[in-house]
């Protein structure tokens, strides 16, 4: 069984920070990708950030600049630094890691910006 555990959501005041962070456990061998996506009411979900075990990163194209994902591999977590932050962040976020050619997703956690 994996089971991912994010935590560090919360209510900001827009052009502040957070810092998500989602701890991976259960019977790994290897994680290739771990990324963070985001889904708002009324909106699809879609990707935040994700990056590679080698360390490659790909942004979505609203958070590039701002946003930072970052990972440990020796303690199965990745994270992702967000600033400057704007209302149009708020939505629930979800950590999602693939091992093996399966996609695993936390249970989501709220960030809300006001403005």
Not at 33 to 62: C, H
Request: aromatic share 8%; net charge positive.
């Amino acid at each position: 069984q994996v089971q991912l555990v994010e935590s560090g959501g919360g209510l900001v005041q827009a052009g502040g920070s957070l810092r998500l962070s989602c701890a991976v456990s259960g019977t790994i061998f290897s994680i290739n990708v771990m990324g963070w996506y985001r889904q708002a009411p009324g909106k699809q979900r879609e990707l935040v950030a994700a990056i590679t075990s080698g360390g490659s990163t790909n942004y979505g194209d609203s958070v590039k600049g701002r946003f930072t994902i970052s990972r440990d591999n020796g303690k199965n977590t990745v994270y992702l630094k967000m600033n400057s932050l704007k209302p149009e962040d708020t939505a629930v976020y979800y950590c999602n890691v693939h091992i093996l050619g399966i996609n695993y997703w936390g249970q989501g956690t709220q960030v809300t910006v006001s403005s």
